[in-house]
């Protein structure tokens, strides 16, 4: 298979540069056997519902135990994975760079299995519960197939999936954090997202508002890939280890 060709400027960049930004989607982790939701064509569906509906605050007041049945599900998926050669990369690339800015809009965790810290998580994680009543968060370390619903340990309120479902904001300050991560960013890295949610897919354009280097790594092409300055067209999981 061909090599893939990083140039003489990334290679610069990647050398000197101080301010980078990371924004990962569900490609990143498309090699340890996360399901993407788009790419590769078809989209996930659970008893006979498409993933957007059963992933929706509508279906969290129509039907809580449903969504946390899915959610389990889920978890239960998730628990046999481990991250790849691409959470690796990005997870050492924190010693290599002064300020190295990690923005995932996976729920998985697998950057932080890798190692990597500080995780501006857009769409929340999937390990996490949050109380309707008092808004405590809550970690989820246990495996559950059923689809009780679980209760708050601090109020005794029903708990939610600490997930930005269809039709709800993201958590608040994630995203301004990130925005903020963008506009100081001299490289910017865009790896296994399609570049079609927002606002999560308007990152990479208030980086290069700023006059940061763009880099697309996705096999496919995206929307995004004609307002890149560079684009890696191979999986993560071999092109992160190379930078
Ligand atoms: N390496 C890099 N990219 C990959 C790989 C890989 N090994 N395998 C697939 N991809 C690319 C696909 O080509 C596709 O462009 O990853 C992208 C995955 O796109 P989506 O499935 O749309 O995932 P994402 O962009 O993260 O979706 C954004 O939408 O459904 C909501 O909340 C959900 O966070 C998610 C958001």
Same mark, same amino acid.
């Given at each position: 298979?061909?090599?893939?060709?990083?140039?003489?400027?990334?290679?610069?960049?990647?050398?000197?540069?101080?301010?980078?930004?990371?924004?990962? +989607?569900?490609?990143?982790? *498309?090699?340890?056997?996360?399901?993407?939701?788009? +790419?590769? +064509?078809?989209?996930?569906?659970?008893?006979?519902?498409?993933?957007?509906?059963? @992933?929706?605050?509508?279906?969290?007041?129509?039907?809580?135990? *449903?969504?946390?049945?899915?959610?389990?599900?889920?978890?239960?998926?998730? *628990?046999?994975?481990?991250?790849?050669?691409?959470?690796?990369?990005?997870?050492?690339?924190?010693?290599?760079? !002064?300020?190295?800015?990690?923005?995932?809009?996976?729920?998985?965790?697998?950057?932080?299995?890798?190692? @990597?810290?500080? &995780?501006?998580?857009?769409?929340?994680?999937?390990?996490?519960?949050?109380?309707?009543?008092?808004?405590?968060?809550?970690?989820?370390?246990?495996?559950?197939?059923?689809?009780?619903?679980? &209760?708050?340990?601090?109020?005794?309120?029903?708990?939610?999936?600490?997930?930005?479902?269809?039709?709800?904001?993201?958590?608040?300050?994630?995203?301004?954090?990130?925005?903020?991560? !963008?506009?100081?960013?001299?490289?910017?890295?865009?790896?296994?997202? @399609?570049?079609?949610?927002?606002? *999560?897919?308007?990152?990479?354009?208030?980086?290069?508002? !700023?006059?940061?280097?763009?880099?697309?790594?996705?096999?496919?092409?995206?929307?995004?890939?004609?307002?890149?300055?560079?684009?890696?067209?191979?999986? !993560?999981?071999?092109?992160?280890?190379?930078?």
């Amino acid at each position: 298979m061909e090599q893939t060709v990083i140039s003489a400027r990334l290679r610069d960049l990647l050398a000197r540069a101080r301010n980078v930004l990371v924004l990962t +989607g569900a490609g990143v982790s *498309a090699e340890s056997g996360v399901p993407t939701f788009r +790419g590769g +064509g078809q989209s996930a569906v659970w008893k006979g519902m498409p993933f957007d509906v059963i @992933s929706s605050a509508r279906m969290l007041e129509r039907d809580l135990s *449903a969504v946390w049945e899915w959610f389990n599900y889920r978890r239960g998926l998730l *628990a046999t994975l481990n991250p790849n050669p691409a959470h690796h990369a990005i997870s050492q690339w924190q010693q290599r760079f !002064a300020n190295l800015s990690l923005v995932t809009q996976n729920i998985d965790g697998l950057h932080q299995a890798a190692g @990597s810290r500080n &995780v501006i998580e857009l769409h929340g994680n999937i390990w996490r519960a949050r109380c309707f009543e008092c808004n405590s968060r809550q970690e989820l370390p246990e495996l559950r197939a059923d689809c009780d619903v679980p &209760v708050c340990t601090d109020c005794g309120g029903h708990l939610r999936p600490d997930v930005v479902l269809f039709g709800e904001m993201l958590p608040p300050g994630a995203f301004e954090l990130a925005a903020h991560e !963008a506009e100081q960013c001299e490289l910017c890295l865009v790896v296994g997202t @399609s570049a079609v949610v927002y606002p *999560a897919a308007s990152l990479p354009e208030i980086a290069r508002a !700023a006059g940061a280097y763009i880099v697309e790594v996705n096999p496919e092409p995206t929307p995004l890939s004609a307002a890149c300055d560079e684009v890696l067209s191979d999986k !993560a999981g071999e092109v992160l280890p190379l930078l």
